[in-house]
C-alpha cells in the first residue's frame, strides 16, 4: 500500500523560502509519477508541479515555475518541493500525490492521481 507523508509546511514572511517533503513508502517507485498540488480556503486543488520518477523530468504550473524546483532522493524515496520568493498567494494545504505509471506528459489533474498525502500548512504573510 502507498503511503505518502508530508512535512516542512510552516509560516513564512513573503519573499522567504521553505522546503517541503514528502517521504514514500510502500512500492518501487521507478515507474512512478509524483505531483504536488495545493488548496487553499474555498478553492479547488490547483497543481503545483509534476516529476517522472525514472528520470525527474519535470512540469510546473505557470503560478510557480522559477520559484519552486521538484525533485527527489532515490535512496531515501523522499519527494521533495523547494519554494522560493514565497507570496501571500502561495498560502494553502500543499499535497504530495502519486500516480502508478508514467507517461510521455506529465498530468496535472489531480484526478489523474491515485495516491496523496494527509497535506501540510504553508502560511506566507505579508
Known amino acids: 500500500q502507498v503511503q505518502l507523508v508530508e512535512s516542512g509546511g510552516g509560516l513564512v514572511q513573503a519573499g522567504g523560502s521553505l522546503r517541503l517533503s514528502c517521504a514514500a513508502s510502500g512500492r518501487t517507485f521507478s515507474s512512478y509519477t509524483m505531483g504536488w498540488f495545493r ?7 490547483e497543481f503545483v508541479a ?19 524546483t521538484i525533485s527527489r532522493d532515490n535512496a531515501k524515496n523522499t519527494l521533495y518541493l523547494q519554494m522560493n520568493s514565497l507570496k501571500p498567494d502561495d498560502t494553502a494545504v500543499y499535497y504530495c500525490a502519486a500516480r502508478s505509471f508514467s507517461s510521455a506528459s506529465l498530468p496535472t489533474a489531480a484526478n489523474m492521481y491515485a495516491y496523496w498525502g494527509q497535506g501540510t500548512q504553508v502560511t506566507v504573510s505579508s
Not at 52 to 57: E, F, I, L, T
Not at 61 to 68: Q, T
Open 50 to 68: 509534476a516529476l517522472r520518477w525514472s528520470d525527474a523530468n519535470t512540469y510546473y504550473a505557470d503560478s510557480v515555475k522559477g520559484r519552486c
Open 39 to 45: 488548496q487553499a480556503p474555498g478553492k479547488d486543488r
